[in-house]
């Protein structure tokens, strides 16, 4: 099945500086990467995805960049702001999973003012 | 629109008691989710509904989990007899369909002692 690897785990910024964060992936059929952002105590919330057909999507200060040869990943968030803090999870989604994502362990992103 | 509703919000057990979880979807989602997330991990697909009929519960522990969406709408999963092991944070998404973007609810917390 499809194995996702995510990194880092942990990551510190400066307010106003830029964030990313990268995933691996293991199966070739995967062709839907969502971001989840997820604050303490609540679920993950989508903040972004693409599809196989784009390489680059992008959403005010996140972008996603997608290299399907290499099959990886990965998030930029640029002015990053102390809202930005939290953890963030990549999942892959292949073609013949019926929408069973496959999950990153997550990235702790902490800016600091 | 609303989102993902959970309840309970918080749950403290002890281990070979038994538990229910409940998930009300967005209105007019087929498919439903339910996912375990241990600390520090990203989350764990237990089972996936369409409508009210199982598509995957591969990794559904059957032993001890059960989970049912009877009129295709809300959802209960159980654990019985619960083990300190499933101590973990259970968040329920839905989706208009399979191929669509999930979204969580807020999940409910068990701490079993």
């Known amino acids: 099945g499809e194995n996702v690897e995510q990194h880092p785990s942990t990551l510190s910024v400066q307010e106003g500086d830029s964030a990313v964060i990268k995933c691996t992936y293991s199966d070739s059929a995967s062709n839907y990467f969502p971001w989840y952002k997820q604050e303490l105590g609540k679920g993950p919330q989508l903040i972004i995805d693409i599809r196989s057909n784009v390489g680059e999507k992008k959403d005010q200060r996140i972008a996603v960049t997608l290299n399907k040869t290499a099959k990886h990943f990965s998030l930029h968030i640029t002015e990053t702001q102390p809202e930005d803090s939290a953890v963030y999870f990549c999942a892959a989604m292949t073609t013949d999973s019926w929408g069973k994502l496959q999950f990153g362990a997550g990235t702790q992103v902490v800016v600091t003012p | 629109e609303a989102g993902v509703a959970q309840s309970p919000r918080y749950k403290i057990i002890e281990k070979r008691q038994s538990v229910a979880f409940w998930c009300n979807p967005i209105?007019?989602?087929?498919?439903l989710y339910w996912y375990q997330q241990i600390l520090g991990q990203g989350p764990k697909l237990l089972i996936q509904f369409q409508n009210n009929g199982v598509v995957d519960d591969s990794q559904l522990p059957k032993d001890r989990f059960s989970a049912e969406r009877l009129k295709g709408v809300d959802s209960t999963l159980k654990i019985q007899p619960a083990k300190l092991e499933d101590s973990a944070v259970y968040l329920c998404?839905?989706?208009?369909?399979?191929?669509?973007?999930?979204?969580f609810g807020p999940g409910t917390r068990l701490l079993v002692l």
């Open positions: 998404a839905s989706s208009l369909d399979p191929t669509q973007t999930q979204y």
């Open positions: 209105s007019g989602h087929a498919t």
